[in-house]
């Protein structure tokens, strides 16, 4: 056995930290469905393997494995979230892109129309403290590369982060950067108030 585990070497915490991910993906949608149910707004879904979109269904209790995007309605706009996307215009991968076209119009564009983008963020599920400033470097990287990426254009989406370990060094990077407007939204993953205030913040915009 372990000869087997250092054959595999980091593979394994590389396995996990997908998994971890997952996990957050996971708990982030199911709150973001819980503020657009309490809020009566109906919603379509996208499947990650079809890519096909679905309506609204009461249940819902498992659509958080399969799902890869959601849509719903924000008076008479459409707002499209979708996980894991490669943005043209940054030429990287952002973990949540919020967008105001619906899913039709959004695969239109191919994800080129920079007005389209109302919100991107990156998503942390790494829980171990000692990696914790290592995810937010990785993070806080990503995200200044989306505003470099967006620096020549009109437009200027918000940008949010949320982690499952936040110690204090960071947070008060982060705060920092709350106040300072670079970021518009941070939120621990493991406190569920502050899930419930971005998924709702996520839902209203």
Known sequence: M???????GDTLGGSMRNVG???????????????LGIAG?????????TKRWAGMTDEDSEIDY??????????KHRRTLIYNLNVPLIGNNVDLCLFNLDPETLEQSAYNAPESY?????????????????HWKTARTALQRIRDGFESTDHR??????????????????WQQLQDGALANA?????????????????QL
Request: overall charge positive; hydrophobic content about 45%.
């Open 2 to 8: 372990f000869r087997f585990l250092l054959t595999r």
């Open 21 to 35: 991910g997952a996990l957050a993906q996971r708990k982030l949608t199911r709150a973001i469905l819980a503020s």
């Open 41 to 49: 707004i109906p919603y379509r879904w996208q499947h990650s393997k």
């Open 66 to 75: 399969a799902l890869r995007g959601l849509s719903w309605a924000k008076g």
């Open 118 to 134: 109302v919100a991107l963020g990156e998503l942390k599920g790494g829980i171990d403290p000692a990696g914790a400033d290592e």
């Open 157 to 174: 989406p918000l940008t949010f982060f949320i982690g499952a370990a936040i110690e204090k060094k960071m947070a008060d990077e982060i």
């Open 187 to 203: 939120a621990n993953l493991t406190d569920e108030s502050q899930i419930a205030s971005i998924s709702r913040w996520l839902c």
